[in-house]
């Protein structure tokens, strides 16, 4: 298991596309990606369930990959969430 944290840098945040490419990139993954904020646990993997953690600018999310891929899903999503330039 990788467990890390990363901090929202896009200053919209993570809204529905970035939630959108969070989802299909952590897809690509064998392992289990979970984030948690704020008391709120979702799966990379669910749209909805990002999007439910409303993570704006500056909020810190911890990431938890576990698995036999669980470092390259973990550095890719850690990536992802610190984009500081909008999601295309």
Do not use: C, W
């Not at 959108?20 to 984030?35: A, N, P």
């Not at 979702?42 to 993570?55: N, P, Y």
Request: hydrophobic share 40%; glycine share 6%; aromatic share 6%.
């Amino acid at each position: 298991m990788i467990k890390g944290t990363a901090v929202v840098q896009n200053d919209k945040g993570i809204h529905a596309r970035p939630s959108s490419i969070i989802s299909l990139e952590s897809q690509k993954y064998q392992s289990d990606i979970t984030l948690h904020h704020d008391g709120k646990t979702a799966s990379s993997k669910d749209v909805l369930q990002i999007i439910i953690l409303e993570l704006f600018q500056g909020i810190e999310v911890e990431i938890v990959a576990e698995g036999e891929d669980e470092k390259e899903a973990f550095e890719a999503i850690k990536t992802l969430i610190e984009k500081t330039y909008e999601f295309s």
